[in-house]
């Protein structure tokens, strides 16, 4: 395991620390998620009664795998934490997210939760968001004319795809990679971007996450806001 694996299974697993007997957990996606799963697997196994709602179908799957019981939002209001990765951190705790295409059910996990936990590999904190392309969710059709009005925001839209063909997200959407540069007013950004007709959600988490745990492979800081 190299460095950036073992930092995101330390992050992972300091998370489930956070989860107690009873809560209902929003589970984010990602590779850093992975471990937190397992981990909260093995607690279940041990006694721990929670109930988690998955951000992706991935995400299910690994529940599944590792014995983590699922609800949904047709029997659960509120969730009393999330757990999830993201793809950049900055000082004022700002995410974006996306990396997996799970955006959009990440992001109704982190509003229906009340605190959003955020576990990340050192590298992923910033100073500034943008280095990493913003992912914005759009609606398939017309999917050209949504990144053409993207590109007049100051952005160079690129189609995700994968095997070579376009990238289709658990929603039936399609990603489209934005390189903003240096994302000055996150806030205003995705106000911005959201506005727009066939934008479904953007990648832009906005003064919602609580508590980073950041883990460099071999310790693990907990930062709160
Ligand atoms: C998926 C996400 C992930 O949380 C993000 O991409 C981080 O993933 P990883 O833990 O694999 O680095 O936003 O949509």
């Given at each position: 395991m190299n460095d950036m694996d073992k930092?995101?299974?330390?992050?992972?697993e300091e998370a489930v620390h956070y989860v107690?007997?009873?809560?209902?957990?929003?589970?984010?996606?990602?590779?850093?998620?992975?471990?937190m799963i397992r981990k909260l697997g093995e607690l279940v196994q041990q006694g721990l009664d929670i109930e988690g709602i998955p951000s992706s179908n991935q995400t299910a799957q690994w529940a599944k795998d590792f014995g983590v019981p699922l609800t949904d939002f047709s029997k659960v209001a509120q969730l009393d934490i999330t757990i999830d990765g993201?793809?950049?951190?900055?000082?004022?705790?700002?995410?974006?997210?996306?990396?997996g295409g799970a955006l959009f059910r990440e992001k109704v996990i982190a509003m229906a939760a009340k605190e959003l936990i955020i576990i990340v590999d050192k590298s992923k904190l910033v100073p500034h968001l943008g280095s990493y392309p913003l992912p914005v969710e759009v609606l398939p059709f017309g999917w050209e004319v949504t990144a053409k009005n993207i590109?007049?925001?100051?952005?160079?839209p690129i189609i995700r795809k994968k095997d070579e063909q376009i990238f289709v997200s658990d929603n039936g959407n399609y990603i489209l990679d934005c390189s903003f540069g240096e994302i000055n007013d996150p806030k205003k950004l995705h106000?911005?971007?959201?506005?727009?007709v066939g934008v479904v959600e953007t990648g832009l988490f906005v003064n919602m996450a609580n508590t980073v745990i950041v883990s460099n492979g071999s310790e693990v800081e907990v930062i709160t806001s």
């Open positions: 930092a995101k299974k330390l992050a992972g107690k007997n009873e809560m209902k957990v929003g589970l984010g996606s990602g590779s850093t998620v992975y471990w993201a793809d950049e951190v900055d000082r004022d705790f700002h995410l974006i997210k996306g990396g590109a007049l925001l100051g952005a160079q106000k911005q971007l959201i506005q727009l």
